[in-house]
């Protein structure tokens, strides 16, 4: 019994003199310095200990140097295969800068123009009342002999006045004048806001600059400052959308199944185009023509009024009682009309309407153009996030994601019959 409890204590004591000795050497270990690497992760404490003994053996960490590495932001190359990534950005703001100039002088000479439309409005209203007047008045004076040639001469010249006035008025269109530099101040100021969205994100390309550039100067091929040379027609032969944005690049070959995008979602925007064509682009070029024929009719027919009044009112009091009968009736009535003629047409601003007829039709062919031309990109990650995509062309609809995929889902279902039922457009903003 006495051997036992020796036996027993001697291993004991053996078993706790080596677990002395691990705890020993275990507090007993060097301190290690702090590394001198800068790590943007934290590491676990047996991936430290790993480091420094590779550190003082002579090895390298490679995580260490990854992280280092990746910690660096990245540099953009430009195609003079320099990194140029202040270059880029301080020709993005060149850019941004032009589109906002741009956008203050389009305001500026919009506004010009709208006065323009009511200074030349009242004038010519003003004149041609005047002139009625004094016609109207030289026929009640009949056979006074000088006043009754005064007031002959001064009516005629009125009239005449106001014919000239009213072909130049007609022909600038100045309502339809404003409404075109009103549409291009605001689309300037996209460019711009779209250039501080880029700058915002962060890693500006060259891609960038150069389409910030060929929108803006398409834009100004679209809408001319200038009146004499390159300003648009405002009676064109034939009503197309307007365009103000520069040629969509389009690759054939489509790939499906990242960045976003399925075969849904492509066979949902390919059926979104079709309502876009058939129903909102065609309606608006449709309205586009019914106003231009109108404004046509009125800018014919006020100068046509207003020199047949300036041919009665120089006939009258001729010797003929019956002429001269006939030209008061002619130099008064064909007057008042051209004055309602004239009020119609640019106080109710029918070229204004025509203008912004014709752009609403432009946005939905570009709408049409950047979804198909979207579609045939052919490296699917190039392509914007077929989500965020989605979510653009349903608030540029001014509707919901449920209600813009239902619009797919019935327009696909039976094409036809959905087109001669319905009448919902694409569109519940226009």
């Not at 932001?73 to 990534?85: A, N, R, T, V």
């Not at 075969?263 to 079709?274: A, F, G, S």
Request: hydrophobic share 40%; glycine share 6%.
């Amino acid at each position: 019994m006495t051997t036992l409890q020796v036996a027993s204590s001697l291993l004991c004591s053996s078993s706790s003199s080596r677990y002395g000795r691990r705890i020993g050497a275990t507090l007993q270990a060097p301190k290690l310095r702090p590394s001198r690497f800068t790590l943007t992760t934290r590491l676990p404490a047996r991936d430290l200990l790993l480091e420094e003994l590779n550190k003082r053996s002579g090895y390298t960490n490679i995580t260490t140097i990854q992280t280092q590495t990746e910690s660096k932001p990245s540099d953009i190359i430009g195609e003079d295969g320099l990194k140029s990534d202040s270059k880029v950005v301080a020709e993005l703001y060149s850019v941004m800068e032009a589109a906002a100039d741009r956008a203050e002088m389009h305001t500026n000479v919009g506004e010009q123009r709208n006065n323009w439309n009511h200074l030349f409005l009242t004038s010519i209203n003003a004149i041609t009342l005047t002139a009625a007047t004094m016609t109207g008045l030289a026929a009640a004076s009949c056979g006074t002999g000088e006043p009754l040639l005064a007031l002959k001469l001064s009516s005629t010249l009125l009239y005449t006045a106001a014919t000239g006035m009213l072909v130049v008025m007609n022909k600038i269109q100045p309502s339809q004048l404003a409404e075109e530099q009103r549409n291009a101040a605001r689309l300037f100021k996209q460019i711009h806001r779209e250039i501080q969205t880029i700058l915002a994100i962060g890693n500006p390309t060259a891609k960038d600059v150069k389409d910030a550039m060929d929108k803006i100067l398409a834009l100004d091929r679209a809408y001319p400052l200038p009146l004499l040379g390159t300003m648009l027609d405002k009676f064109p032969g034939t009503v197309e959308p307007a365009t103000w944005w520069p040629q969509q690049r389009r690759q054939k070959g489509v790939g499906v199944g990242s960045n976003g995008w399925n075969t849904k979602l492509e066979e949902e925007m390919k059926q979104i185009v079709e309502v876009l064509k058939k129903k909102d682009m065609a309606e608006y070029v449709r309205l586009s023509k019914l106003v231009l024929k109108v404004n046509k009719t009125l800018a014919i027919s006020g100068p046509l009024l207003t020199g047949l009044a300036a041919v009665g009112s120089a006939l009258v009091g001729s010797a003929s009682q019956n002429q001269g009968s006939w030209a008061v009736i002619l130099g008064v009535t064909a007057g008042a009309l051209a004055t309602i003629v004239n009020t119609m047409e640019h106080g109710g601003q029918v070229g204004m309407v025509f203008e912004m007829y014709r752009s609403s039709a432009g946005f939905f062919k570009l709408m049409e153009e950047t979804i198909v031309s979207t579609l045939k990109e052919r490296e699917v990650e190039k392509r914007e996030n077929g989500e965020l995509f989605e979510m653009k062309v349903a608030l540029q609809l001014g509707r919901s994601l449920s209600e813009l995929r239902n619009l797919a889902s019935s327009s696909s279902s039976s094409s036809r019959r959905y087109e001669e039922t319905t009448e919902e457009y694409a569109s519940k903003l226009f």
